[in-house]
């Protein structure tokens, strides 16, 4: 079983659709956790940080279930800019380890 | 200016030569890494160093050999290269350990023939 698993999509939604993805980890020693953003060619960067009490920047809300070890992404009034491939991001070993998941494909249309 | 600069950005190269990948950041960070992005757009952590020492090594063949030489270059040699590397690698750096946000060089992409 791989340590960080996403739906690879690809997710196709209309522009102000709302989204979401899950990703799902399988080390309970996890610490931190992260969602990323990476364009077709481009270099990954980090969307946002995800704490246990829910996160939320603009658009876009990170929540986090230790419990159940899984992670969610939420976009709300999605935007064609929004078109890319989201990464979800765990850390352990102190921190020094950090796992990609495979990334999930989002296409937003006009 | 550029926070992590890898260089080159495209190479490519026979099969069984030997090459290397630059990498230096100017952020002051004290944690650099390298990761590898297959055609499958799969990232995977190849090295952690923290403050020049090597934290992380995933079972990478020992034909790569991350080297360090001060807090802001980590470099990549590769020896023998074979067809399988072919790949994006990424170098990356963060302020401490990987609890903090990680920041991403361009990236290299090297093809084997």
């Known amino acids: 079983r791989k340590e960080v698993e996403q739906d690879p999509g690809p997710f196709n939604v209309p522009e102000g659709a709302t989204v979401a993805f899950n990703c799902t980890y399988s080390?309970?020693?996890?610490?931190?956790f992260f969602w990323y953003r990476q364009d077709c060619r481009k270099e990954p960067k980090l969307l946002m940080s995800?704490?246990?009490s829910g996160n939320e920047d603009g658009r876009f809300t990170a929540q986090l279930n230790r419990a159940s070890q899984y992670i969610s992404l939420l976009i709300r009034d999605s935007k064609l800019s929004d078109s890319a491939t989201y990464l979800c991001?765990?850390?352990?070993?102190?921190?020094?380890?950090?796992?990609f998941g495979a990334g999930t494909r989002l296409f937003v249309k006009a | 200016d550029t926070a992590v600069s890898q260089t080159p950005k495209y190479l490519v190269t026979q099969m069984g030569n030997d090459k290397s990948i630059k990498c230096e950041q100017n952020?002051?960070?004290?944690?650099m890494y390298w990761y590898k992005q297959d055609s499958k757009k799969f990232l995977k952590i190849m090295f952690s160093?923290?403050?020049?020492?090597?934290?992380i090594n995933e079972t990478v063949p020992n034909r790569f050999s991350p080297k360090s030489p001060d807090k802001a270059h980590l470099n990549l040699h590769i020896n023998s290269l074979e067809l399988g590397d072919s790949a994006v690698y990424f170098c990356?750096?963060?302020?401490?350990?990987?609890?903090?946000?990680?920041?991403f060089g361009q990236g290299t992409r090297l093809t084997v023939v």
């Open positions: 990356a750096s963060s302020r401490t350990q990987g609890n903090t946000e990680a920041f």
């Open positions: 995800v704490y246990s």
């Open positions: 080390n309970s020693a996890s610490q931190s």
């Open positions: 160093y923290n403050n020049k020492e090597l934290i």
């Open positions: 991001v765990v850390t352990h070993t102190g921190g020094f380890k950090t796992i």
């Open positions: 952020l002051g960070h004290d944690t």
